[in-house]
């Protein structure tokens, strides 16, 4: 079975940074594509930043593009969210999932993966 678990969430100020991990297992590939999503308060999920299975290709969409970096260790099979500039609307619980079926990441962004792991809750204050 494949196991994910988001960890690193917390509460941060308006500006700050914060790293996320996710812990992968049970993949017999690690060259999956890996993503992570959250869900703000109210709303649906999203994807926020995702690497392609084959090629290592990253997509972020544009509100968070410039501030949120993700990157995979393969050493240690996690699966790393950094989160610089954090902003009250960045405030939700942050979830990485995978999706054995899909290699693209801006698809996997732009899906629903069948996999998930437990999320992580970040609260940004002002």
């Known amino acids: 079975d494949v196991q994910l678990q988001a960890s690193g969430g917390g509460l941060v100020q308006s500006g700050g940074s914060l790293r996320l991990s996710c812990a992968a297992s049970g993949l017999t590939d690690d060259t999956y594509a890996i993503s992570w999503f959250r869900q703000a308060p109210g709303q649906e999920h999203e994807g926020i930043a995702c690497?392609?299975?084959?090629?290592?290709?990253?997509y972020l969409p544009d509100f968070v593009k410039y501030r949120f970096a993700i990157s995979r260790d393969k050493s240690q099979n996690t699966i790393n969210l950094q989160m610089n500039n954090l902003r009250p609307e960045d405030t939700g619980v942050y979830y990485c999932a995978t999706d054995l079926g899909q290699a693209s990441s801006y698809a996997l962004c732009h899906s629903r993966p069948t996999e998930w792991g437990m999320g992580t809750l970040v609260t940004v204050f002002s």
């Open positions: 690497i392609s299975r084959y090629d290592g290709g990253i």
